[in-house]
């Protein structure tokens, strides 16, 4: 079975048919779709949408850093008082992380913000899904600090979601031993670098699958909205890519997953 560990599906971009898209979904055998929070808006319908279909979505909570704005400072201690409760449903902390590619005037505040949120994850024992653009250096160095801070019960899981970096980049972040590579559209473009990346330096232990639905779509669906069910193109292409079948790439995938995020197992 496959699991798409990214995807945005309670978006307003599904609103009117996504019952048709989970069908689909489970015809091309996707058997559990990870939802990232990205604000205090997205909680609760993500948080619906999985109340609709239990055990087939799995909700995370978190603040993406393009959502920061002026009142971060409010909105991150009630999320975390949603992550105290006992009995909370989110399975990792997610997506947070640094983008500094259209933007970099909340430089020291999205570092700050992002620290704070790998926090959770090593108070509330969760995952990470990392969000990274043009902050390389920064992310490491921040995982750095908050790992080596860390007690040494278990350690750090989580996903590099949409990775695409390079060969260099792949080799540090192999380093994280706890966090897989998210792969979704990207590998299939025309001229990517990313399956020579992956063939060189990552093996399939450290994959798992992501859509970023509505992003993303891989080639032949380009330009069109993303869904999760668009995964087998993203299966086929890592076949090749690894020299193995479309099988085993998402037995695999999925079982990657299910190490990373304990509580959907």
Same mark, same amino acid.
């Given at each position: 079975?496959?699991?798409?560990?990214?995807?945005?599906?309670?978006?307003?971009?599904?609103?009117?048919?996504?019952?048709?898209?989970? /069908?689909?979904?489970?015809?091309?055998? !996707?058997?559990?779709?990870?939802?990232?929070?990205?604000?205090?808006?997205?909680?609760? =319908?993500?948080?619906?949408?999985?109340?609709?279909?239990?055990?087939?979505?799995?909700?995370?909570?978190?603040?993406?850093?393009?959502?920061?704005?002026?009142?971060?400072?409010?909105?991150?201690?009630?999320?975390?008082?949603?992550?105290?409760?006992?009995?909370? =449903?989110?399975?990792?902390?997610?997506?947070?992380?640094?983008?500094?590619?259209?933007?970099?005037?909340?430089?020291?505040?999205? /570092?700050?913000?992002?620290?704070?949120?790998?926090?959770?994850?090593?108070?509330?024992?969760? =995952?990470?899904?990392?969000?990274?653009?043009?902050?390389?250096?920064?992310?490491?160095?921040?995982?750095?600090?908050?790992?080596?801070?860390?007690?040494?019960?278990? /350690?750090?899981?989580?996903?590099?979601?949409?990775?695409?970096?390079?060969?260099?980049?792949?080799?540090?972040?192999?380093?994280?031993?706890?966090?897989?590579?998210?792969?979704?559209?990207?590998?299939?473009?025309?001229?990517?670098?990313?399956? /020579? !990346?992956?063939?060189?330096?990552?093996?399939?232990?450290?994959?798992?699958?992501?859509?970023?639905?509505?992003?993303?779509? =891989?080639?032949?669906?380009?330009?069109?909205?993303?869904?999760?069910?668009?995964?087998?193109?993203?299966?086929?292409?890592?076949?090749?890519?690894?020299?193995?079948?479309?099988?085993?790439?998402?037995?695999?995938?999925?079982?990657?997953?299910?190490?990373?995020?304990?509580?959907?197992?």
């Amino acid at each position: 079975m496959i699991t798409d560990t990214h995807s945005h599906l309670y978006g307003e971009e599904f609103a009117a048919d996504i019952d048709d898209v989970v /069908q689909r979904a489970r015809a091309a055998g !996707v058997s559990r779709i990870f939802l990232p929070g990205i604000n205090a808006d997205s909680i609760e =319908p993500m948080l619906s949408l999985c109340r609709r279909y239990p055990g087939f979505f799995f909700p995370m909570i978190g603040l993406h850093p393009e959502e920061l704005g002026t009142t971060w400072r409010e909105v991150l201690p009630r999320m975390e008082a949603l992550l105290a409760q006992p009995d909370h =449903p989110f399975i990792a902390v997610g997506e947070v992380g640094l983008d500094y590619y259209w933007d970099r005037s909340l430089y020291e505040e999205q /570092q700050e913000a992002f620290a704070l949120q790998v926090g959770w994850a090593i108070r509330y024992d969760l =995952p990470l899904m990392l969000h990274v653009r043009k902050a390389h250096r920064e992310m490491v160095n921040i995982l750095r600090t908050c790992i080596n801070g860390k007690s040494s019960d278990g /350690q750090l899981q989580g996903v590099f979601h949409c990775f695409s970096g390079s060969a260099e980049e792949a080799r540090e972040l192999m380093h994280f031993e706890g966090f897989m590579f998210g792969i979704g559209g990207i590998v299939t473009f025309k001229n990517a670098h990313l399956p /020579q !990346v992956l063939r060189e330096n990552i093996p399939l232990e450290r994959i798992v699958l992501e859509t970023d639905a509505p992003y993303m779509a =891989p080639v032949p669906y380009r330009g069109k909205r993303n869904e999760s069910a668009y995964l087998t193109a993203v299966i086929d292409k890592l076949a090749e890519v690894y020299d193995t079948t479309p099988a085993k790439i998402a037995d695999q995938t999925t079982i990657n997953a299910l190490k990373t995020f304990p509580k959907c197992r």
